[in-house]
C-alpha cells in the first residue's frame, strides 16, 4: 500500500500577541492509500491545526509533511496550487456559495481547473447523483437542509478526483440523522470507490465508523486504534 500522507514531528505553534500558543508537539502520522482515519480530540486538541497543515492551508512550525512522498515544504506556489487540488476538503460550515445551485457549486473546482463546460455539467450532476441529491441540482444552499448542503460539499470535494478527503466536523452542523447519512455516504466511498479519507471529530460515535483511530490529546497523538468489525 501506497503512502498518501506522512507527517513528520510535527509542531506548531501560534503567536497569541507575545504569547506562543502550541498548537501541535510533535505529531508523527501515516497515512496509506485507501485508508478511513478518524482523529479523534476534545476542542482545542489540534485536529484542526493538524487537518490544515496537511492540506497545505498552513506552514508548520518545525517538522514536515510528506504528499504522496513529496515534501510539501519543497514546493513552489504552483506546486502548491496544484498538491491543494488534490486534496478534498469538507469544513464543518459546508462554505458553499450562496448564490451558486447544487451543481454551479460542485463545477466550481471543475472551472478553476480549467474543465470545459459539457463535461463539468456531466460529471456534477454524477456526483450529485452519487451523493443522493440529483432532485436537488438546481437549489441554492437556502433551499437545502444542512445535511443536503454538506453532501454538495461532499461531491465539490471529489470534484477534482483528489488523491484524500480532509474532514474537519463533517457532521458538527447536521442533526443525528442527517450525521448518520453522511457518515454512511463516507464509508461507502472509502469502501466502494476506494476514497482516503481523514476525518476530524471529537464525536465518539463518528470516530468508532472508521477504520483506524487516532486520539489527539494536547497537540500530541495519545492513542491509536485500529476498529474491527
Ligand atoms: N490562529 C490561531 N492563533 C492562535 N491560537 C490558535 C489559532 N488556531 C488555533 N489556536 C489554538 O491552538 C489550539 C489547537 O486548536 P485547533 O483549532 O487545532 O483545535 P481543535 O482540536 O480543532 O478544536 P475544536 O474541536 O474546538 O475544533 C487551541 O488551543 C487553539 O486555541
Ligand atoms: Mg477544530
Known sequence: MATIVEAVNLRKIYMLGKVPV??????????????????????????????????????????????????????????????????GFVFQFFNLIPRFTAKENVELPMAIAGLGSEERRKRAEELLELVGLKHRMNHKPTELSGGEQQRVAIARALANNPSFLLMDEPTGNVDSKNAFEIMRLVKQLNEEKSVTVIMVTHDQRLAAEAKRIVQMLDGVIVDEKVNRK
Open 22 to 87: 502550541e498548537a501541535l508537539r510533535g505529531v508523527n502520522l501515516k497515512v496509506e492509500e485507501g485508508e478511513f482515519l478518524a482523529v479523534l480530540g476534545p476542542s482545542g486538541s489540534g485536529k484542526s491545526t493538524l487537518l490544515n497543515l496537511i492540506g497545505a492551508l498552513d506552514k508548520p512550525t518545525e517538522g514536515k509533511i510528506l504528499i504522496e512522498g513529496v515534501d510539501v515544504s519543497m514546493l513552489n506556489d504552483n506546486q502548491l496550487a496544484d498538491l491543494r487540488r488534490k486534496v
